[in-house]
């Protein structure tokens, strides 16, 4: 027992000597912690030291970047904290684990583990981190725009730093309730938090956060219209960010500059910026940044240089869309992880709770998909009519090619636009139940095809069961009907000396059948479990934005129903809808 207690203090001298020599060598720190988990080995039985050692070492492979392992080993850090029930060791675990997640971008898989570390310090009364965990908390709701849940982070955060007086902890919530304050547009309060964050900062010395200050001071000014200030502030923010190698920092920083050089008439200056700029974000892979600066650098071209102008608008929209895409999925998938940790912390008692809340979160995030769609709509279409005009007077050719890649895009903006409105239609639109009529939808559904190509080869047949009575949401069964059959004509395969059709709808028992069969392409069984996802194309050969099936689905649950299908490469697909049928729609 002796020789154990021993080594637990040897081990515990090495943590504490890694500890003190990371701030000036990360690899360093690495050799030493691995040493110390190495002498963790020898005591057979697990404790506390092994998590400790565990934890640590993850957190220095992190601020090495090396995320796959620093997670591998919190995961294991968590697993031993469990089995010996070592709260420190959750939190610390825990903690880890969602800042590696944060800094991957994986917002939503950090959630749970930030909310875990918040309950853990708070159980072992650990001040620090537990504010540290909030302000994580908080910026993980701040990017759901869930600011309401962020607001109450930050705050609780704050007033523990306050209890405890630590001005560090301070000047960071000080930072964070700036962003969000700025970001809610209430621009005097953000000036007000971020010139109390700068003065402590600079009190503190902290070099390497007041860059992050200063460049958000930068963007309060801008907001607010005081371009030569926010200039200053920029410029300071840059060159902290330059001497402490932050590249992100610094991309970030050109690209509001060159914004306030181009507003000044100094084209130049900021063509210059914003192209050094372009190539560190290039190399980082800083694609956010990116399309920022490719915006700037097509406005500062416009007028003295067409083809270069047209080369940025290009490398604009298709990072933009990209960037869109990837925002929509975060804002959802952030949804669906606090809608299902708030439904764990429910009891079994209060399920109509539960789905008040699920409810709830579902309408906001459809209210956010209407909001952002209807606001996309104008400008989408003032671009539209640009690519008009361009088609009929710009004449040089190499203009024209780039306008095309420019039409396309944005043509493909606007039909993700509008099938965002059709989801949002789903929720939105009140019920109102009327007899169909499945040989007028059907028939409708089909012609409104054929400018489709190859479509006056595919042979159709509707096979609808006769005196088929059925009271439904007419816009909903048009939907699922114009999905399926949209999907069937436009993946035929023409190489068949029949491509066909076959839609049929019938009634068995309490059900209504909707069944769509066709012998085109055909899905690849990789496939098959992810086709309902939004944005989700199983094949690169397709036109369309991904939603289809996305629709589909939501349009099927809106009538509690279900959907399964059955597909074979270059054999076909049969798609099967099945809809209960109510008292209310069969009366």
């Not at 800094?103 to 959630?111: P, R, V, W």
């Not at 992810?530 to 194309?537: D, E, L, P, Q, V």
Request: aromatic share 10%; net charge neutral; glycine share 4%.
């Amino acid at each position: 027992m002796k020789i154990a207690d021993n080594l637990i203090g040897e081990i515990q001298d090495l943590l504490a000597e890694a500890y003190k020599i990371s701030k000036e060598s990360i690899p360093s720190a690495i050799s030493l912690t691995e040493k110390a988990l190495f002498k963790s080995q020898k005591i057979k039985r697990k404790n506390a030291i092994h998590a400790d050692a565990l934890n640590q070492l993850s957190l220095l492979q992190r601020k090495n970047k090396e995320y796959a392992t620093a997670k591998s080993l919190a995961e294991r850090a968590q697993l031993i904290s469990k089995k010996i029930n070592y709260e420190r060791g959750k939190g610390d675990a825990s903690y880890n684990t969602a800042v590696i997640l944060t800094e991957l971008e994986k917002y939503s898989e950090a959630l749970p583990f930030a909310t875990d570390a918040v309950h853990y310090y708070e159980k072992i009364e650990d001040y620090k981190f537990h504010t540290k965990s909030l302000c994580l908390l908080g910026n993980l709701y701040e990017g759901f725009h869930d600011f309401k849940n962020a607001f109450l982070a930050y705050n609780e955060g704050l007033k523990e730093a306050e209890t405890h007086q630590n001005k560090n902890l301070i000047s960071d919530i000080y930072l964070s309730l700036a962003g969000i304050n700025l970001k809610t547009n209430k621009v005097s309060k953000a000036s007000q938090l971020i010139d109390k964050c700068i003065k402590l900062k600079e009190e503190l010395k902290q070099q390497e956060k007041l860059a992050s200050a200063y460049y958000l001071a930068g963007k309060i000014k801008s907001k607010a219209g005081k371009l030569e200030k926010a200039g200053n502030s920029f410029t300071i923010a840059l060159s902290q960010f330059k001497e402490y190698n932050m590249q992100s920092g610094m991309v970030d920083s050109m690209e509001k500059l060159g914004g306030i050089y181009f507003k000044e008439g100094k084209i130049k200056e900021a063509i210059d910026l914003l192209e050094e700029a372009v190539q560190i974000a290039e190399k980082r892979s800083l694609r956010n940044s990116l399309f920022k600066c490719h915006h700037l650098l097509f406005q500062c071209f416009k007028p003295v240089n067409t083809s270069k102008a047209l080369f940025h608008l290009e490398e604009y929209v298709k990072l933009r869309e990209e960037e869109n895409h990837k925002y929509i999925k975060n804002i959802v998938d952030g949804y669906e992880v606090i809608s299902q940790m708030e439904d764990l912390e429910k009891d079994a008692e209060i399920e109509q709770e539960k789905a008040s809340i699920i409810e709830k979160k579902n309408t906001e995030l459809d209210s956010f998909f209407y909001r952002v769609s209807h606001d996309l709509k104008g400008p989408i279409a003032s671009l539209l009519g640009l690519s008009d005009l361009v088609d009929k007077d710009i004449k040089d050719p190499d203009a024209r090619h780039f306008f095309k890649m420019y039409d396309h895009q944005i043509r493909r903006l606007n039909m993700i636009v509008m099938e965002l409105i059709n989801i949002t239609e789903l929720n939105y639109r009140d019920i109102k139940l009327t007899p169909i009529n499945f040989y007028e939808i059907v028939d409708n559904c089909i012609s409104a095809y054929a400018y489709l190509p190859n479509y006056s080869k595919i042979s159709f047949t509707i096979d609808i069961e006769s005196n088929l009575y059925f009271r439904s949401e007419w816009y909903i069964i048009n939907t699922i009907l114009q999905n399926l059959i949209e999907n069937s004509v436009k993946y035929i395969d023409i190489n068949k000396n029949q491509p066909k059709v076959d839609v049929v709808i019938y009634k068995r028992k309490d059900h209504i059948f909707l069944k769509v069969i066709d012998n085109g392409k055909g899905i690849e069984p990789e496939h098959h479990n992810k086709i309902f996802g939004m944005f989700y194309r199983a094949s690169e050969e397709g036109t369309g934005t991904g939603l289809g099936l996305f629709i589909l689905k939501r349009a099927i649950e809106r009538l509690k129903g279900d959907v399964t299908f059955e597909s074979q490469p270059n054999v076909g697909s049969t798609f099967i809808v099945k809809i209960p049928i109510t008292k209310e729609e069969s009366s």
